[in-house]
């Protein structure tokens, strides 16, 4: 599969970069122009790495550190990135919960220009399930990692309760409730669900008639 790169073209577009295929790689490629076909050398420029401050949050404890991000990166809120603590020799990847410029709170920013990024840590989270029991509702909680699936529609244990999944809902967004949607724990706002008694003597299921419950 050939190589595509953006860079400016001599021919017909010199101010702005546009894509070429590259013919031949290296530190000053030879590449073709997809606009005008033209076949030319192209330079292509080192991007230094930036060093910004992020504010992680894990749980109740936030705490701050510095990672390297290239030049020229968009950061986005709601983009996940990998954080790198060099001191304490660990790595926590996060969702960008905030991005802080000259001041202000921004949706995106490019990276030589951000202040700080506010980060939701999701290498273990803590998801919030409401269960629902005869006499109103009670809450529990369960620590699992960030791309733990929970499903609808399955069963699950959480400070030995039984539970069963009704809907899920999302961070910033709607409700999963369909029968099978499955939806990583760290994008989990709340879990709401049913109590799920266990079988007694004579009702349980045989390994022909049911499917597995699963268990974390």
Known sequence: MTEEII????????????GHDVLRPGQNPV???????????????EKKPVKVKVIVSKDDVSFTLHTDIDAG????????L???????DEVYPIIVTAIESGGRRLDREEIENIDVIWGRATDEVTTKISIKVRNGSTSVEKRVPGEFEFVVGQNYNAERKDFHITKIKIRDGGFQSRKGDRVPA?????????????????????SWSSKREERY
Do not use: L, N
């Open 186 to 206: 760290k994008y989990i706002k709340r879990i709401f669900a049913t109590e799920a008694h266990k079988r007694g003597w004579g009702e349980a299921k045989t």
């Open 7 to 18: 860079v400016v073209c001599p021919m017909c577009s010199p101010k702005d970069a546009v």
């Open 82 to 88: 990998v954080v790198d603590d060099e001191e304490a």
């Open 31 to 45: 590449v073709q122009c997809h606009e005008c076909g033209a076949v030319h050398p192209a330079t292509i420029e």
């Open 73 to 80: 990166e968009m950061i986005y809120i709601d983009d996940e």
